[in-house]
Structure formats: structure tokens, C-alpha cells
């Protein structure tokens, strides 16, 4: 069975976008983003609501040709090119770059997913990791706190059915006040 991660930077206060989407506050150290690099070259499949593979689709395709990027944006963008990614949306008709769409349920889609065998999946985006997190899918959450209060935005965590007990499995801190922490879900 597949392990399922959920991990993003968050505001303290909770959000990964401020209103209006803002990610201003969110850039990283070159400290955070190598471990970030690090992370993503662990997963085997990228799982993405719509809204975050706009994001990232807009950008990563040619990311290592950015005349300002650093070998880890470019290594980055190459590793995001090559790994595997579903998309789940039902207002888009189109995807690339290794991206297989698929526009039904979601949850039963991932459940069939991570009863593959391979290596981990990454969920990201709020409203398809909260779906996941409903349906008590999400092994592992990885959260990567800035010192910033936003007040408002995109919150990381969805209301949930019932309670999702963890267990604390790494904490580290990054330049500027960054602080990781990393839970893996009681079962």
C-alpha cells in the first residue's frame, strides 16, 4: 500500500494562500527549498486539485530556464516534469507534462491509488487533501509553519468528520523562523 502525504508551507494562522491567493509571504530560504527538492524526489505520484496545478504548471515546465534560477529550482523543475501527477478537476479538459486527468471521484480514485504498490504520493491543494483527510486517507502531514499571520486565505485544514489523532515524527527549524513539523497518523 502507498503512503499518502499531505504537506505545504501554512501561515501560522493556518492558511497556504492569504486572500485573494496571495503567496507573498511564502518564499523559502535556500535551506527550505533544498529540503523541499529533497521531499519531492521521494514521491512517486503528485496528486493535484485544480487550483494548485495551475499554479504549478504555470511556472515548473520551464523553471530550470529561468535566467535567475539556482541549481535547486533547476533540479526542482526537472524532477517535477519527470514525476508522475493526476489532476483532479471537472472545469478543465486539458493537462501535460506527465499528467493524467481525471474528472470523477476523487476520493475513490486516490483509494485505488495508494493501494498500488510504490513509492509515496503527495496530495496537495486545500480542497482535494481535504476530501482525503475526510475519507481518513492522509498518512502523513508535513507542515512547514512561516512566522506570519495572514488572517484570512486558503486554510490548510478542512473541517473533518471526526477527530485524526497523530503522532509527532520530526520537527526542524529553516532560516527566518521557518518551522517544520511532520505527523504521521495514528492508525
Not at 97 to 109: F, H, I, P, S
Amino acid at each position: 500500500m502507498r503512503k499518502l502525504i499531505y504537506g505545504m508551507n501554512l501561515t501560522l494562522d493556518g492558511y497556504i494562500a492569504a486572500p485573494g491567493g496571495d503567496l507573498g509571504w511564502s518564499g523559502p530560504s535556500d535551506e527550505l527549498f533544498q529540503w523541499w527538492l529533497d521531499q519531492e524526489r521521494a514521491i512517486g505520484l503528485l496528486l493535484y486539485g485544480r487550483k494548485l496545478w495551475e499554479a504549478m504548471s504555470s511556472h515548473w515546465p520551464t523553471g530550470d530556464q529561468q535566467p535567475n534560477a539556482t541549481p535547486a529550482q533547476i533540479e526542482f523543475a526537472r524532477n517535477w516534469r519527470d514525476t508522475p501527477k493526476v489532476v483532479f478537476s471537472s472545469t478543465i479538459d486539458k493537462v501535460d507534462w506527465n499528467t493524467r486527468l481525471v474528472t470523477g471521484d476523487a476520493v475513490a480514485e486516490i483509494t485505488r491509488l495508494k493501494a498500488d504498490d510504490g513509492e509515496p504520493m503527495r496530495v496537495g491543494g486545500a480542497t482535494l487533501a481535504g476530501a482525503a483527510m475526510r475519507a481518513g486517507l492522509i498518512d502523513e502531514y508535513t507542515i512547514v509553519t512561516h512566522p506570519v499571520l495572514v488572517g484570512g486565505g486558503t486554510p490548510f485544514f478542512s473541517a473533518l468528520d471526526s477527530w485524526v489523532n497523530l503522532d509527532l515524527v520530526e520537527t526542524r527549524t529553516f532560516p527566518g523562523g521557518v518551522v517544520l513539523t511532520r505527523y504521521e497518523t495514528r492508525r
